[in-house]
């Protein structure tokens, strides 16, 4: 995944921050989402009917939007992708940014996999964060008993 800070907008209202509280699951990308997913959510992405691609997000917010997710998971400026496509329609754009977010997913969603898969692992990792937690905790939890006039036994 590239380094180039981007902010994703909804993929059905460019106008508004990407979320994944967004009731409507069709707005956003989430990691765990399989390719063919992927490829419909970006597929049914808010577009404009003007021909050409060019990076201008105020009068062509949903153009825009995909040239800030390829540019981010490229490590490219949405200007050069714009450039890039600018002889394509939005249908090749949208073929191009859905591969590059599987591609950019795909390791992510292969270790969860290997990690979910294993459940001794899992639940070493589940009761070494307990232990954990319950060390931090340990001096708060006494000083409030304490404080409370509680007799810790």
């Known amino acids: 995944i590239g380094t180039v800070g981007a902010r994703v907008m909804s993929l059905q209202d460019p106008?508004?921050?990407m979320s994944k509280s967004d009731p409507n699951a069709g707005n956003y990308i989430s990691m765990l989402d399989e390719p063919e997913t992927?490829?419909?959510?970006?597929k049914r992405a808010v577009m404009d009917s003007i021909q050409?691609?060019?990076y201008e997000p105020d009068t062509r917010p949903g153009v825009a939007n995909l040239l800030?997710?390829?540019g981010a998971l490229t490590d490219e400026a949405p200007e050069t992708v714009a450039a890039r496509f600018a002889d394509s329609g939005n249908a090749a754009l949208k073929e191009a940014v859905t591969?590059?977010?599987i591609e950019a997913l795909r390791p992510f969603q292969t270790r969860y996999q290997e990690l979910m898969k294993n459940e001794d692992y899992l639940r070493q990792l589940l009761r070494q964060g307990a232990e954990k937690a319950q060390k931090l905790a340990e001096p708060t939890l006494r000083a409030t008993y304490e404080a409370l006039g509680f007799l810790r036994i």
């Open 15 to 17: 106008t508004t921050k």
């Open 38 to 42: 992927i490829r419909k959510k970006l």
């Open 52 to 54: 050409g691609i060019t």
């Open 68 to 70: 800030t997710i390829y």
């Open 99 to 101: 591969e590059v977010v």
